[in-house]
Nanobody, 124 residues
Framework: QVQLVEAGGGLVQAGGSLRLSCAAS????????MGWFRQAPGKEREFVAA????????YYADSVKDRFTISRDNAKNLVYLQMNSLKPEDTAVFYC?????????????????WGQGTQVTVSS
Protein backbone atom coordinates (compact mmCIF):
# COMPACT_ATOMS: atom_id res chain seq x y z
CA GLN A 1 0.00 0.00 0.00
CA VAL A 2 0.97 3.60 -0.44
CA GLN A 3 0.05 6.43 1.91
CA LEU A 4 -0.43 9.93 0.53
CA VAL A 5 -0.40 13.21 2.42
CA GLU A 6 -1.23 16.50 0.76
CA ALA A 7 -0.03 19.93 1.85
CA GLY A 8 -0.02 23.48 0.57
CA GLY A 9 -3.68 24.40 0.48
CA GLY A 10 -4.99 27.65 1.85
CA LEU A 11 -6.81 30.88 1.14
CA VAL A 12 -5.70 32.96 -1.84
CA GLN A 13 -7.14 35.85 -3.82
CA ALA A 14 -8.27 35.40 -7.36
CA GLY A 15 -5.32 35.60 -9.71
CA GLY A 16 -2.96 34.25 -7.11
CA SER A 17 -0.94 31.05 -6.98
CA LEU A 18 -0.55 28.02 -4.75
CA ARG A 19 1.68 24.98 -4.91
CA LEU A 20 0.28 21.74 -3.57
CA SER A 21 2.54 18.87 -2.65
CA CYS A 22 1.81 15.21 -2.07
CA ALA A 23 4.21 13.13 -0.01
CA ALA A 24 4.04 9.39 -0.48
CA SER A 25 5.23 6.62 1.78
CA UNK A 26 5.02 2.85 1.85
CA UNK A 27 5.95 2.21 -1.78
CA UNK A 28 7.87 4.13 -4.42
CA UNK A 29 5.57 6.33 -6.47
CA UNK A 30 7.49 5.31 -9.59
CA UNK A 31 5.15 2.31 -9.63
CA UNK A 32 2.10 4.52 -10.06
CA UNK A 33 0.34 6.99 -12.24
CA MET A 34 -0.20 10.01 -10.01
CA GLY A 35 -3.10 12.41 -10.20
CA TRP A 36 -4.79 15.37 -8.61
CA PHE A 37 -8.55 15.53 -8.22
CA ARG A 38 -10.84 18.04 -6.56
CA GLN A 39 -14.26 18.13 -5.00
CA ALA A 40 -16.29 21.27 -4.46
CA PRO A 41 -19.23 21.36 -2.04
CA GLY A 42 -22.25 19.60 -3.49
CA LYS A 43 -20.32 18.35 -6.50
CA GLU A 44 -18.73 15.08 -7.51
CA ARG A 45 -15.01 14.55 -7.29
CA GLU A 46 -13.44 15.48 -10.62
CA PHE A 47 -10.19 14.96 -12.46
CA VAL A 48 -7.71 17.85 -12.46
CA ALA A 49 -4.37 16.52 -13.71
CA ALA A 50 -2.34 13.35 -14.04
CA UNK A 51 1.26 12.41 -14.75
CA UNK A 52 2.59 9.09 -15.96
CA UNK A 53 5.09 6.88 -14.18
CA UNK A 54 8.26 8.60 -15.35
CA UNK A 55 6.81 12.09 -15.69
CA UNK A 56 7.16 12.27 -19.46
CA UNK A 57 3.46 12.74 -20.15
CA UNK A 58 0.66 14.71 -18.51
CA TYR A 59 -3.06 15.23 -18.89
CA TYR A 60 -5.15 18.16 -17.67
CA ALA A 61 -8.80 18.98 -17.31
CA ASP A 62 -9.85 21.63 -19.81
CA SER A 63 -10.76 23.97 -16.95
CA VAL A 64 -7.19 24.09 -15.62
CA LYS A 65 -5.15 23.70 -18.78
CA ASP A 66 -2.48 26.40 -19.15
CA ARG A 67 -2.96 27.43 -15.49
CA PHE A 68 -1.98 24.30 -13.54
CA THR A 69 1.15 22.17 -13.83
CA ILE A 70 1.60 18.70 -12.39
CA SER A 71 5.09 17.34 -11.74
CA ARG A 72 6.74 14.54 -9.82
CA ASP A 73 10.04 13.75 -8.15
CA ASN A 74 10.27 9.98 -7.96
CA ALA A 75 13.55 10.11 -6.06
CA LYS A 76 11.84 12.07 -3.27
CA ASN A 77 8.47 10.33 -3.58
CA LEU A 78 6.77 13.67 -4.12
CA VAL A 79 4.12 14.98 -6.50
CA TYR A 80 3.30 18.64 -7.02
CA LEU A 81 0.52 20.74 -8.45
CA GLN A 82 1.48 24.30 -9.30
CA MET A 83 -1.68 26.39 -9.59
CA ASN A 84 -1.52 29.83 -11.18
CA SER A 85 -4.17 32.39 -12.11
CA LEU A 86 -6.54 30.88 -9.58
CA LYS A 87 -10.25 31.56 -9.91
CA PRO A 88 -13.05 31.40 -7.33
CA GLU A 89 -14.42 28.36 -9.18
CA ASP A 90 -11.21 26.51 -8.30
CA THR A 91 -12.32 26.45 -4.65
CA ALA A 92 -12.43 22.82 -3.57
CA VAL A 93 -10.75 20.13 -1.55
CA PHE A 94 -7.84 18.86 -3.63
CA TYR A 95 -6.84 15.21 -3.41
CA CYS A 96 -3.69 13.40 -4.48
CA UNK A 97 -4.20 9.90 -5.80
CA UNK A 98 -2.19 6.96 -7.13
CA UNK A 99 -3.26 4.36 -9.65
CA UNK A 100 -2.17 2.00 -12.40
CA UNK A 101 -4.23 3.06 -15.41
CA UNK A 102 -3.10 5.77 -17.81
CA UNK A 103 -5.60 7.53 -20.04
CA UNK A 104 -6.91 11.03 -20.55
CA UNK A 105 -9.17 12.39 -17.78
CA UNK A 106 -8.75 9.44 -15.47
CA UNK A 107 -11.85 8.53 -13.52
CA UNK A 108 -11.57 8.76 -9.72
CA UNK A 109 -12.86 5.19 -9.57
CA UNK A 110 -9.68 4.04 -11.36
CA UNK A 111 -7.35 5.42 -8.69
CA UNK A 112 -6.40 3.00 -5.94
CA UNK A 113 -4.95 5.19 -3.22
CA TRP A 114 -6.01 8.59 -1.90
CA GLY A 115 -4.77 11.26 0.42
CA GLN A 116 -6.96 13.00 2.96
CA GLY A 117 -7.23 16.19 0.90
CA THR A 118 -6.25 19.80 1.33
CA GLN A 119 -8.63 22.76 1.15
CA VAL A 120 -8.06 25.44 -1.49
CA THR A 121 -10.20 28.55 -1.21
CA VAL A 122 -10.02 31.33 -3.80
CA SER A 123 -11.66 34.61 -2.89
CA SER A 124 -12.98 37.04 -5.46
Amino acid sequence: QVQLVEAGGGLVQAGGSLRLSCAASGRPISRYVMGWFRQAPGKEREFVAAINWGGSSTYYADSVKDRFTISRDNAKNLVYLQMNSLKPEDTAVFYCAAGSLWYEKISPSDMAYWGQGTQVTVSS
